[in-house]
T-cell receptor, first 110, second 113 residues
Framework: QKEVEQNSGPLSVPEGAIASLNCTYSDRGSQSFFWYRQYSGKSPELIMSIYSNGDKEDGRFTAQLNKASQYVSLLIRDSQPSDSATYLC??????????FGSGTRLQVQP | NAGVMQNPRHLVRRRGQEARLRCSPMKGHSHVYWYRQLPEEGLKFMVYLQKENIIDESGMPKERFSAEFPKEGPSILRIQQVVRGDSAAYFC???????????FGEGSRLTVL
């Protein structure tokens, strides 16, 4: 079982729609959760972090965490073509370095 | 404030040669991480270092690979006797603390002929 699992996609949504990206993790001791965005040929960049159960909103992005279900999600409202990228879920616990999922490729159709 | 600097950006080596990848973290960052990414795949953790210390090298192959982060100078990821399977993008990231909020360099793309 992979430590962090994501559907590879591609997830295709029309411009203006809500994109929903999901992630599950196996280590119940995980404490911190992150979403990184990676454009093709570029390096990852942090877009959201979440540490406690519930929702966290930042602009068009909402991260959701459910520790009981070991589930993290990212919602992107009013999706734009510029949001087309690979979204990487990542988790960490204790002194361990960040563990990434394999990413979900999002395509926003104009 | 300069970001994480990696060099070389592109490196071509023949099988059996050595590859050295360098990473200068952001100013004020003492935690450095190396990740490897194959095409169309996620980031695979290799090693986590803090100044002069290896904190976690559980993701690094036991043979041919080594990493260091000396008191002065950049962190170096060294791959000896490269093989074609080593061809990948190697990303370095840094952070001021081990919080998971990483700042990535542009990566070094290694091609082994």
């Amino acid at each position: 079982q992979k430590e962090v699992e994501q559907n590879s996609g591609p997830l295709s949504v029309p411009e203006g729609a809500i994109a929903s990206l999901n992630c599950t993790y196996s280590d119940r001791g995980s404490q911190s959760f992150f979403w990184y965005r990676q454009y093709s040929g570029k390096s990852p960049e942090l877009i959201m972090s979440i540490y406690s159960n519930g929702d966290k909103e930042d602009g068009r992005f909402t991260a959701q965490l459910n520790k009981a279900s070991q589930y993290v999600s990212l919602l992107i409202r009013d999706s734009q073509p510029s949001d087309s990228a690979t979204y990487l879920c990542a988790v960490t616990a204790g002194r361990r370095a960040l563990t990434f999922g394999s990413g979900t490729r999002l395509q926003v159709q104009p | 404030n300069a970001g994480v600097m990696q060099n070389p950006r592109h490196l071509v080596r023949r099988r059996g040669q050595e590859a050295r990848l360098r990473c200068s973290p952001m100013k004020g960052h003492s935690h450095v991480y190396w990740y490897r990414q194959l095409p169309e795949e996620g980031l695979k953790f290799m090693v986590y270092l803090q100044k002069e210390n290896i904190i976690d090298e559980s993701g690094m192959p036991k043979e041919r690979f080594s990493a260091e982060f000396p008191k002065e100078g950049p962190s170096i990821l060294r791959i000896q006797q490269v093989v074609r399977g080593d061809s990948a993008a190697y990303f370095c990231a840094s952070s001021p603390e081990n919080t998971g909020e990483l700042f990535f360099g542009e990566g070094s793309r290694l091609t082994v002929l």
